[in-house]
């Protein structure tokens, strides 16, 4: 049973365009993180929020954890290149983490 | 400081042969994970321990895979007999167990693709 689901699950687009990430789930989890992975490698993690409406700006990206806990966004602005990659949510419940199903981004030079 | 140390990175074997991964975690983190990554997914927990106890194995096929973690500090993931839906990357990740530890961050290692034939 997977609670977290992403959308899109693939997208692909020219450097400077923006684009949003969604994570949703019907459960409520205590925080939610992102991270990025690139092939052949772990994930990095990038953000964790915690807060019912928190919003967290990392350069470019701004994330943001729904008001009821159960969903989030991820913003980029301007993308580029170095953004590729396979994006992840995470959300904590019960004591663990659970993975979202993944959106991979490939932005074109 | 060094990161998590996952050995081998790539494994092909046939059905129903035995493989085992090795993961050595970031010294001083408590808490070590064991993740099963499908192709083009997210990660699935396998087990999750706490030093050297089981916080979490719900997710693990027992019938077939094991897990253990001498001493609270390395841990070997062991796949017996493996099936060809096994194949996958398995990803070894660490945490400091920070408190509250819903704010904990996991570092992951760079895994290890096996493929079953």
């Known amino acids: 049973t997977q609670l977290l689901e992403q959308s899109p699950q693939f997208l692909s687009i020219q450097e400077g365009e923006n684009l949003t990430v969604y994570c949703n789930s019907s459960s409520v989890f205590s925080s939610l993180q992102w991270y990025r992975q690139e092939p052949g490698e772990g994930p990095v993690l990038l953000v964790t929020?915690?807060?019912?409406?928190e919003v967290k700006k990392l350069k470019r990206l701004t994330f943001q954890f729904g008001d009821a806990r159960k969903d989030s966004s991820l913003h980029i602005t301007a993308a580029q290149p170095g953004d590729t990659g396979l994006y992840l949510c995470?959300?904590?419940?019960?004591?663990?983490?659970?993975f979202g199903t993944g959106t991979r981004l490939k932005v074109l030079a | 400081e060094a990161g998590v140390a996952q050995s081998p990175r790539y494994k092909i074997i046939e059905k129903r042969q035995s493989v085992a991964f090795w993961c050595n975690p970031i010294s001083g983190h408590a808490t070590l994970y064991w993740y099963q990554q499908i192709l083009g997914q997210g990660p699935k927990l396998l087990i999750q321990?706490?030093?050297?106890?089981?916080?979490?194995d719900s997710q693990l096929p027992k019938d077939r895979f094991s897990a253990e973690r001498l001493k609270g500090v390395d841990s070997t993931l062991k796949i017996q007999p493996a099936k060809l839906e096994d194949s996958a990357v398995y990803l070894c990740a660490s945490s400091l167990d920070h408190f509250p530890a819903r704010t904990d961050t996991q570092y992951f290692g760079p895994g290890t693709r096996l493929t079953v034939l």
């Open positions: 929020v915690v807060t019912g409406g």
């Open positions: 321990f706490q030093n050297n106890g089981v916080v979490d």
């Open positions: 995470a959300g904590y419940r019960t004591y663990k983490y659970i």
